[in-house]
């Protein structure tokens, strides 16, 4: 009794290697010519799976080389794949057309005796796509042309081993038209360490009576059963922002299980930061931050970058100088190049000697009040987190453009390397500086209480810029005096004859 044969169709795979290595092609040679590529595609048949019942075409980053160079266990398909610049060219080109004519190239062949001589060329297939490499999707849409209405039936089906000899598998045939004659479907299978293939069926069909036919189908349905492309998002794959990103997180990440359990790299990541000036402080606190994740940097500079500063500061080039670029637009812009790092610091360096100073936070519940210092037993000063001094504490002059910092990256490296371990915090043991002298290859470790009459840090400057706000930058900003006014030092200046006052040099604390 006869059986009519149900045509079961392919089911494409694409390997995002393929994509990848369409789209260097695209960049680098079609770019807006929407030029035809020969392709390869192949078909194992070696049954991986058996409860995989649907054949499948891969194609990958090899499918654009000149010769098929698949292993033994592939069986290889001449495809074409046929690229759209537009999304609206992708959606109106005709379809019928296309596969129509692909599927009278594939009659021809049949008729003129080129698939007696490479029988590969009966698997054909087609890609339809369209690329959008700003976005990284790739829209496509697979096609494996056979006629319309083709009715083949099956006389019956048995193993191999059970109807072919030896000399009938090496027999050659002719094209055969409307008789009855037998196909292998060869499958390899494993069992355990060898090879076999037992499990390949022998079918005896009787073919069709078949003219040229103008009619072919083939289109593979999307994963919704439909009719219609499918989509490649290889945003996460290929894209190099997103990439780099992912690298950041991963690089965070390993020091967070590796060394810092208890830090919250979410509320880093989401912390938003305000660096006002983009000198050598600015940009190395800014490159700092941006390796801890925070990607929210606000930077305020109202100068432009000299040709003096791009060896001091690293957010700047010597390009950028040439340009007279604003300070802050320089800064963020090169800033998005490098991309990812850290906690604030403030980092002040000398020709010859560096200094590496934390800060402090506020206490709203206790201000205007200062704690005793606590002396260690190993002799370290312990003070307050709420009462530790700022870099100005030290200084009876309002901020001034004097600091030339050149060292920051060791600065950085050497405040890493004084934190012993303790368990003050989930870094260890945190100084409140480190001041190192580049002369003497040493350390000290000072602790600075809280100024009172500070013009950074007082109590007296916070509550100033809390009651007015911008009006109080604004008289910051018009006057170099303003700070030493409202923090007294001006009559500390008037009281005091300097000229008597002992200076200190660095080498005076070696």
Not at 149 to 163: A, F, G
Not at 274 to 286: D, N, P, R
Not at 323 to 340: R, T, Y
Request: negative net charge.
């Amino acid at each position: 009794m006869t059986q009519q044969l149900s045509y079961v169709q392919l089911s494409s795979s694409i390997n995002p290697s393929f994509w990848n290595k369409f789209t260097e092609l695209k960049l680098n040679l079609d770019k807006l010519d929407e030029t035809q590529h020969s392709i390869w595609g192949y078909f194992s048949i070696i049954l991986a799976n058996k409860e995989c019942t649907v054949p499948v075409l891969e194609v990958d980053s090899t499918s654009f080389n000149q010769k098929f160079n698949g292993q033994n266990i592939y069986l290889p398909f001449h495809g074409k794949l046929l690229n759209k610049n537009t999304i609206e060219k992708f959606k109106d080109c005709n379809k019928m057309d296309i596969i129509n004519e692909e599927g009278k190239l594939l009659y021809q062949r049949i008729r003129n005796g080129c698939v007696l001589l490479d029988p590969s060329l009966l698997n054909c297939f087609l890609v339809l796509s369209f690329a959008d490499l700003k976005k990284y999707h790739y829209y496509y849409w697979f096609a494996f042309p056979v006629p319309k209405d083709v009715v083949i039936e099956k006389n019956y089906s048995r193993l191999i081993t059970e109807v072919f000899s030896k000399n009938e598998v090496n027999g050659e045939y002719d094209f055969l038209q409307g008789k009855n004659t037998s196909f292998i479907a060869f499958t390899l299978s494993r069992n355990g360490s060898s090879i076999t293939c037992q499990q390949s069926i022998i079918y005896s069909l009787k073919l069709p009576q078949q003219e040229a036919n103008d009619i072919w189908v083939g289109w593979e349905k999307n994963e919704r059963e439909k009719m219609g492309p499918r989509l490649s998002n290889l945003k996460n794959t290929l894209d190099p922002y997103v990439i780099a990103e992912n690298s950041v997180d991963l690089n965070l990440k390993l020091m967070k299980w590796r060394v810092l359990p208890d830090i919250d790299l979410e509320k880093i990541k989401s912390t938003k930061c305000l660096l006002l000036g983009s000198g050598t402080l600015g940009c190395s606190v800014a490159r700092a931050l941006l390796a801890w994740g925070v990607i929210n940097i606000t930077f305020v500079d109202n100068s432009t970058v000299s040709f003096s500063n791009p060896v001091r500061q690293s957010l700047f080039t010597y390009l950028d100088s040439v340009q007279a670029k604003p300070k802050s637009q320089a800064a963020a812009e090169n800033l998005k190049i490098i991309f990812p790092g850290v906690v604030a610091i403030t980092i002040a360096l000398g020709f010859d000697t560096y200094l590496v100073m934390r800060h402090g936070f506020k206490d709203k519940n206790n201000m205007n009040t200062q704690s005793t210092p606590i002396l260690h037993p190993e002799g370290i000063r312990s003070i307050k987190g709420t009462e530790l001094g700022c870099y100005f504490c030290n200084d009876v002059t309002a901020p001034g453009n004097r600091m030339r910092p050149a060292f920051y990256k060791t600065s950085q490296n050497a405040n890493n390397h004084d934190m012993d371990d303790g368990n003050q915090s989930i870094l260890g043991l945190l100084p409140h500086s480190v001041r190192g002298f580049l002369s003497s290859f040493e350390h000290i470790l000072p602790a600075t209480q809280k100024y009172k009459h500070c013009v950074a840090c007082s109590d007296i400057v916070l509550e100033e810029y809390n009651e007015k706000g911008m009006d109080f930058l604004l008289e910051v900003f018009n006057s170099s005096k303003h700070l030493e006014d409202i923090t007294h030092l001006t009559e500390m200046f008037k009281e005091t004859d300097f000229g008597d006052v002992m200076e200190f040099s660095d080498e005076d604390f070696q």
